[in-house]
């Protein structure tokens, strides 16, 4: 997620903290084109497969008080 080839004034963190993971998505932005309309619909959990996360984003989330309190 951390891409460590960016030269930063800060010392990178390795585990990532919410500050690097919106630098991250900053960045990304830009690569990501927006459809003009979405027809988003819910999907039921059961129809979704193959999702894994990773132990360190999981537990950003989980620290994060939207997701895991």
């Known amino acids: 997620?951390?891409?460590?080839?960016?030269?930063?004034?800060?010392?990178?963190?390795?585990?990532g903290d919410l500050a690097?993971?919106?630098?991250?998505?900053?960045?990304?932005a830009p690569h990501w084109a927006v459809p003009d309309h979405s027809d988003a619909r819910p999907v039921p959990p059961s129809l979704i497969h193959g999702v894994t996360v990773p132990k360190k984003s999981a537990r950003l989330l989980d620290a994060m008080s939207d997701y895991g309190d």
């Open 1 to 15: 997620m951390t891409n460590l080839k960016v030269h930063a004034s800060a010392p990178a963190d390795l585990d």
């Open 20 to 28: 690097s993971l919106r630098g991250d998505c900053a960045r990304m």
